[in-house]
């Protein structure tokens, strides 16, 4: 199971008890959310994009946000083109809706953070399914995933009036 395999991978900085597992899904931002107990921002999704030079980059970005696609052309030269769910498993080892830059064992497999996480102390990335997080610091986050840059890629909605 691929949070076994997150797990492992943890183990070497000494974290693998951090990983929090729940009885419910949190599959999707909203469930993880309630699952956490946080507003859905503070969950760190990671998306999955092809990438022309080694196949696939991840995007890890702020729950509440939606990619904006001249900002992520003028960044990678390219348009954002998300993976297929079969091609996500074959990348990085996760299925959809446990998605995570940890433990990918695939080395061609480019991992980004996106700067829409910088708002919070701490955000909460699934851990290899769809029934698990971990709490991490932005720096904490870039340094596990192993990512490579930060990126200004993302849309962060306005806030809504009362």
Known sequence: MAIEKVKEYFRQFGIEDRVMEFEVSSATVELAARAVGVEGARI??????????????????????????RKFKDTFGQKAKMLTAEEVVEFTGHAIGG??????????????CDESMKRFETVFPACGSSNSAIEFTCDELYQYSRAIGWVDVCKIPEPQAE
Do not use: H, R
């Not at 760190?44 to 696609?69: P, V």
């Not at 995570?100 to 480019?110: G, M, Q, T, Y």
């Open 99 to 112: 998605v995570c830059a940890f433990a990918i064992e695939n080395p061609e497999v480019k991992i980004y």
């Open 44 to 69: 760190c999704k990671t998306l999955s994009f092809k990438d022309g030079e080694s196949g696939c980059m991840l995007i890890q970005t702020a729950g509440d946000t939606k990619i904006d696609n």
